[in-house]
């Protein structure tokens, strides 16, 4: 049996994500979308207007932020272990039965504050799925509650930089948090 490459399928995906992630100019009357502006922003990037808790919250500069990744990768400041252990002491399964993943995105500024969540919900196959409501509230929460991260440093300054904890859910019960 011969293995078939997935190198295609990948790159495709990516664009294809990246192409829905772009702004586009649509024709009202017509409902078409042919014409592309040039992109305004990454694909990565968390819009002000869709986040949650962004009032009040400050990026140092909105043209340069980051991936968590980075030289210095942002962390919080009491390591994974101390991040699972806030998580998993706090949370509480109260008789959900759902399995998905729980990602929340969110940018960590330079001065160390976490600002800008969005969520996005999906089953364990990675279909977006709609995740019972109590439970995605009570895990926004708990992630909101993580606070004192530590920011990106990057060419010998702090930086704002994206975020993500992605929480494995089998049967209302957070098996992983990633990364």
Not at 16 to 27: L, R, Y
Not at 131 to 138: A, K, R
Request: a neutral charge; charged letters at 25%; hydrophobic letters at 30%.
């Amino acid at each position: 049996m011969v293995k078939k490459s997935i190198l295609p399928i990948v790159t495709v995906s990516i664009w294809i994500v990246g192409a829905m992630s772009c702004n586009k100019t649509v024709d009202k009357s017509s409902g078409s979308s042919t014409d592309f502006k040039k992109y305004v922003h990454n694909v990565e990037y968390i819009s002000p207007d869709e986040a949650r808790l962004n009032e009040g919250f400050e990026l140092c500069n909105e043209r340069r932020i980051g991936q968590y990744y980075n030289p210095e990768k942002a962390t919080y400041s009491k390591g994974k272990n101390g991040l699972r252990k806030f998580i998993l002491t706090n949370y509480t399964n109260k008789g959900y039965s759902d399995s998905g993943y729980l990602n929340i995105r969110f940018v960590i500024n330079c001065h160390g504050k976490a600002g800008r969540y969005i969520i996005h919900e999906n089953d364990l196959d990675l279909n977006p799925k709609k995740l019972n409501e109590d439970m995605v509230e009570q895990i926004f929460q708990l992630t909101t509650q993580l606070k004192n991260w530590n920011p990106n440093f990057i060419r010998d300054e702090f930086w704002d930089s994206y975020m993500y904890l992605s929480y494995r859910i089998e049967n209302g019960e957070i098996i992983e948090i990633l990364p």
